[in-house]
């Protein structure tokens, strides 16, 4: 797979950088386009010999009067091309003047698209002033940097159009024409720049949307930090396209200069790099001391790119490149150990192919100062949805996960619930025959107790009663749960029942400080209810009265209203925090 992905990218890479279709080039200055059909053939790239003018920065009217004063300073060189080795100075630095004559063969409206004109740059067309980018002059201090595209129109009204640009670069990078300016008829040249920006919004727009929405994943899921690191990538990438080709950002923010520019340029791509790694590492949850070393690595290059000067900034270009090699090395050996993690490693396999392929195309593209092919667009595309797929993938995997876990829950629940049925109804047979016996002791008449084993007869007694009690309650909430609870309403005595539950209470007070006190009327009438719901009720308030009082009493008291019976239970205690009142009647509250 590897080697295929080798051969294609190299295939395409061999296709970008030797086009075959076959454009006129300029010879001496002049370029003869009466022979190209621009409506049905296009534009063409002004390549080949132009007139070049050092140290100089003329107009159509220095050239109109200047003769052989100008023509002496005449010189051919090669579009597109760098300053280096060619002008005085040696490195690049300096200004001057080029020139080209387009012959056509038909007067029409015509428009010049330059991108790469470094550092700044002053156009005029047909003698017609169309102004430029930065601001070009002789005198390094007045020189204004920009690397903004630039597109000019005119009308031309003969078959010889003159081209003048004026470029001056004395800092941050060589000057030059490095990538050939376009010409053609206007309608094509708007169509060519408008299609080029909107490739460009359609990347920044699907990086910045996927960005935000991996950001809103990793805000639910926090225990997924690769989904964290992805968001941050394709941020990165989408700010960095926006300040990259066309510049899209310049139409946001036109007075943006060139040094945060190019500050940017520099440092956002290795940003995204970096996140990429940290997403890779931090997905397949990889160990080991050498990515500690990288990040260390990248972090202190990080730095030095943030506070270097910028006419520093190209020096470090292939110091940035190794580093960026290195991380996609880590990233196969990481692939290659988890090889076995069947279809999650095939799709970050193919999300990092996707990102080198546009790693080498930008590379490329900056190295040799060419246009981004169109269809480069789809490889960005395809690696956000391929990690997009990843990520389904992976919560499919966990929504599976997650229902068989629900169903095993679901299953050790019901077990549960028959294993507490199974033993309460276990349970029932010997208390009912300790219940029974004590009762037959106690109701003896023949051999009557002594009063101590009396008294200890009557507590094993209400024990008794009062697990038999907690074992209906236990069958209760299981009865509960598979809706088969049933009531049973009979006339009840309250005052019975209140005995009943005060003495099972006293048998281990809570809290001796704390009396349970009984302030029903004696003379209260029967209440229609289901008795044990009703002691269960009644235990459940006293008890917990007890519970959450430190001192003083817990008393219960009722009076007849109407055809009700009203019940109160009042504590001397702390009562009941507003935030808990809602959890009230939870089950185990």
Known sequence: MISVFAVVTTIFIYE????????????????DAQQWDFEQQGIIPLRGEWEFYENVLLTPQQFRLGGTSVQAERRIIQVPGGWKDIVATGNGYGAGTYRLQIQVSDPDYYSLRGKKIRMSSRIYMGGEDLGGTGNPDLQSDRFIPSNLPFMGTIQAETDTIEILIQVASYRYMEG??????????????????????????????????????FAG????????PYLLFFSLFCLTMGVFFSIDNEIVMATMLPSISFPPLQKMLFILPYFSILFFVHYVHSYLDERGSGFKVLSRVSFGYLCVLVVIPNDYLVDLLWSGIVLQIVAFAFIFIWIFRNRDRGVHVYYILLGVFFLLISWVYAQTRYQLALDNPFYMIVTLLLLVLSQSFLMSERSRE????????????????????????????ELRTPLHGIINLSQSLLDNKERPLSPEHRENIRLLHLIGRRLAGLVHDILDMNRIRHGQLSIHPKPVDLNMSTRFVIETLSIAPVNSEVRLVNELPAALPFVLADENRLRQILHNLLENGLKYTDRGQVSISAEVRGAMLAVSIADTGRGIPPNALGSLFRPFF
């Open 217 to 224: 994943m990793f805000r639910q899921w926090r225990r997924e």
């Open 398 to 425: 966990a929504s599976l996960q997650n229902e068989r876990l629900a169903e095993q829950l679901i299953a050790y629940d019901r077990q549960k619930d028959e294993f507490l049925a199974k033993t309460s109804h």
């Open 16 to 31: 970008w950088l030797h086009p075959t279709f076959q454009y006129p080039e300029a010879r001496d200055g002049v370029l």
């Open 176 to 213: 030059g024409l490095v990538q050939s300016p376009e010409f053609g008829l206007t309608a094509d040249v708007l169509a060519r720049r408008d299609n080029a920006r909107m490739a460009d919004m359609i990347v920044i727009t699907t990086l910045l949307v996927f960005g935000i929405y």
